[in-house]
């Protein structure tokens, strides 16, 4: 297993267009959370997926945002008319919970930087 | 609203000396803290976590407390090296949700 992955890495998109994001998290992982970081903040969170369900969508996220976890395995992340104020980076973690493993440790990817022009 | 404040200027340390951070937090009575290293451009990683029961915990060089009482963590790199330098998040959690502060930057100079 190598990790969080997330793709692309870097995107650059005139206001307007829509984007999409993918996460490909550790595979035993069944938790998948998206954040969203600007610079000098730290990651602000999103929304987040048990298995497939997305269990808690953040009041901070607009109606243009869509995450989608289909068969509980990878995730995309949609943003629909971008605007520049959602030029970010998109970080991507995963965890695994259960009765036996303990505290919710992220495991997050490298992130995907947008950029709106 | 909870809160969560981290030193808001960034730490400049001689190496071998002991880097000390702070992350306070208000409106939160979370079940444990963690403690991410962000490097530019890249996702955060786990370093350490300590749960509400306990008082101190401590991982090679790395030393983390953390009192309920005050609402407050430390975060301690001893023996610093240039390697350290990054930027340090601190996070609480309780059950699935973690929250995160802005974190310090910290630049270990060789």
């Known amino acids: 297993d190598t990790g969080v992955s997330q793709d692309p890495r870097h995107k650059i998109t005139k206001r307007g267009q829509n984007v999409t994001f993918r996460c490909d998290p550790i595979s035993e992982h069944n938790r998948l959370y998206w954040y969203r970081q600007t610079l000098g903040q730290g990651p602000e969170f999103l929304t987040y997926f048990q298995n497939e369900a997305q269990l808690e969508k953040s009041r901070l996220l607009s109606d243009r945002f869509s995450a989608e976890r289909p068969k509980g395995s990878f995730s995309t992340l949609e943003i629909q008319r971008t605007e520049q104020g959602d030029s970010a980076m998109y970080l991507c973690?995963?965890?695994?919970?259960?009765?036996?493993?303990?505290?919710?440790?992220?495991?997050f990817g490298a992130g995907s930087r947008l950029t709106v022009l | 609203s909870q809160k969560i404040e981290q030193n808001s200027e960034a730490l400049n340390i001689q190496e071998g000396k002991t880097a000390t951070l702070t992350c306070n937090y208000t409106?939160?009575?979370?079940?444990?803290l963690q403690w991410y290293r962000q490097d530019p451009g890249r996702g955060p990683v786990f370093l350490l976590l300590i749960r509400e029961n306990e008082k101190e915990k401590r991982k090679e060089r790395l030393k983390v407390t953390f009192d309920t009482t005050l609402k407050q963590s430390l975060f301690h790199i001893t023996a610093s090296q240039p390697a350290d330098s990054a930027t340090y998040l601190c996070?609480?959690?309780?059950?699935?949700?973690?929250?995160f502060g802005a974190g310090t930057t910290v630049t270990v100079r060789a």
């Open positions: 973690a995963s965890s695994l919970s259960g009765p036996s493993s303990g505290a919710n440790v992220l495991t």
């Open positions: 409106n939160y009575s979370p079940a444990y």
């Open positions: 996070a609480l959690a309780n059950d699935y949700k973690l929250s």
